[in-house]
């Protein structure tokens, strides 16, 4: 909300605005995080420019990623996941885009787009511009959404899967789990253009329609009508499977480890059935010694550590989607109020595509 | 045992011999394989030039090496390890070191100690000179046995395992699990070398001694006192693993996991609490999930598929052995007989070092 202006150049500008945020309430050790945990507060943001630090800019939020990892940062247990846990009554992070309003950094003006990996959850935020990622053309023919979509963390995490650490090659055999989320709707495609068979896991049969017929994947299964996965793996996968990107974990991970071919790739990206239980609690894989016989590598990564890519992968991926050799399913959630309601939905069978929610329309 | 003799160039030569020899009498899906699984039976086998294919060699067996790989081999379950496994009423088959008896292969002279990934567990034994891996120098000043120890499967394995795939570097953090077997105290010597700080995890308070005195650990753990991995973890790695060399599975990965550095490696070389358990029987690793905000990689791995390197560890090694920078504890069984009981004390907490049968007594 607008609260104030200031006028400049002869300009009526905005002064001061409510902000609304997220902010971490209390840990949630198991289950879905709800309103218990996440608050959503407003708190009141000077816009002068007397206000703004130097080599800092005020911006407005546009879009906000909403990413299965972010879960993994509000248990309140350091066991090894991910990045450090939220603090608590602190404002929660994630990758977005917005527009900047106010700069004291000679290399952004007042309406650049840009690109951040931690912008807080809110509506506006002034942010040190040192965190900025990059700007975006508004003119380069890419709807905003997608710059967190193919473009963002989801699609530079597949390509990193698929490409760098899957090897990818023409012939080779690829199973994908969590299809037809973020990560693997652009995993599949990926895998495809370089020539692979792919065969995707997803949690409901709209969803494995989507992934034969808008994605290209060679065939696909609903897992919540599968009773055993080794058996689905046996007629999915009948030569085996040479590259698994791992997203979900558990019973998915054991099937698969009893289908991988000599020297296997299994990059690990996340393991989604793994995130709202303690660990000890969960059901363990039993059958690693697979691992050795077979050769297979296990490797989990961060995108974060792959950033000296990300100008190869964002001219690739840019060139497929000018070419319209992949697409994207972005479910929008609007206004940031939404933010509780599109973290859960990562975490229900009904969820697909790329979870995104509209902070401000872009104008 | 020696039946008949026949006269080559002066000399009264055997020319028929009763050879003992190991066969699979039936599957062992668990626990450890007995004289039940296992039985000994005596072969005539014709020594005579006329009798030996072109391309062959008679070989006297001389030193067999008994690793737990040979136990996965077992099983009558084809679930992802390994080599395949052993026909039923065929003969045992090991890694070992020979002298050539009769040959019809020129590169190869009778008196020639020779080694084989895949010699028969007998006494004597016909094979294709093919499958020969080298010649022997005896008077390199190695002892016979050191061929199946540090310049065998086990050493070559700690050096895949620490250099190529742990990729050990001054002021890593190692962990060596089994790390009073044929492995593991080679792979704790080297990673020393390399200058490593390296601890062991070990079944008995002899092996500790050894680790610590005789083979230049910084310190180690008898398992079997250890009611809580993950505090011992915690208390022998205050700035976490870096390199953890697996070779046992089930638990202790599992405490491994909660320890592991940013990028850490885990070669896998096997899983021996695990071999003798039906896979879907055993307790399954529960925090695999830490590999990926670790970003850790584990990378099953066969001797095999090295050998392209194993000139190069051949070299390195003798070098070590030299220059006395590595040492081995062998022990040795004596007669073919004794390979039963041998298999079997790879699975208890008294074995140390690499075990090998001495079938024959080197000339």
Known sequence: MICGVWRRKGKMAVNVVESKEWYLAGYAAEGVPTTDHLTLRSVPLSLSLDSIP???????????????????????????????????????????VGRVMRSK?????????VLNAFFPVAEYCVVPSSVLIRKIDPEA???????????????????????????AKPGSNAFISAAAGGVGMVA?????????????????????????????YDDAFNYNKETDFDAALSKYFPNGIDIYLENVGGKMLEAVLNHV????????????????????????VRNLLNIVGKEARMEGFLVGSYLDRFADFTVEMEGYLKQGKISSKIKIYEGIQSFVESLGSLFSSSNFGKVVIEVNKPR
Chains 1, 2 share one sequence.
């Open 141 to 167: 023919g890419i709807r905003l959404p997608e710059y967190l979509s193919c473009l963002g963390v989801p699609g530079f995490a597949a390509w990193v899967g698929i490409e760098v650490l899957g090897e």
């Open 54 to 96: 130097d080599a800092h800019v005020a911006v407005q939020l546009l879009f906000i990623s909403v990413d299965p990892y972010l879960r993994t940062r509000m248990s309140g247990q350091e066991d090894g996941l991910y990045f450090p846990q939220f603090s608590l009554n602190q404002v929660i992070t994630a990758f977005g």
């Open 261 to 284: 071919n000599p020297h296997a790739r299994i990059p690990v990206c996340g393991m989604i059935s793994q995130y709202n239980q303690i660990w000890t609690e969960r059901e363990g």
């Open 188 to 216: 599949g495609q990926l895998a495809k253009l370089k020539g692979c068979r792919v065969i995707g896991s997803t949690g409901s049969d709209a969803k494995v329609r989507l992934l034969k017929e808008e994605f290209g």
């Open 105 to 113: 950094d000679e290399k952004y003006s007042e309406g650049d787009i």
